[in-house]
């Protein structure tokens, strides 16, 4: 458990990263820590809420799906003059 952060500032880390999902190296510069300190408390705080058991939803059965994600790529039209760039 990385000492530096308070407990609560370590869980508050931990679910801002699984809420917003913004990268590593954004939640260091916010909480003033290495890149790594932020990886070993995401994990440590995952793994400590896991293994309490009260947060285990395997037992939850889920009805399977299938999910259709459209990726295609399509051309956009762009100013060739700069000028035309102030009204785009």
């Not at 070993?40 to 059965?61: K, N, Y």
């Amino acid at each position: 458990m990385p000492a530096r952060l308070s407990m609560e500032e370590q869980l508050i880390m931990t679910l801002r990263y699984l809420r917003y999902y913004p990268t590593q190296r954004l939640l260091a510069f916010d909480f003033g820590v290495g890149v790594a300190t932020v990886n070993e408390t995401i994990t440590w705080v995952e793994d400590t809420l896991r293994s309490s058991g009260f947060f285990d939803l395997d037992h939850l059965e889920a009805p399977s799906a299938t999910v259709a994600i459209d990726v295609t790529e399509s051309p956009i039209q762009r100013p060739k003059k700069p000028k035309q760039e102030l009204f785009w």
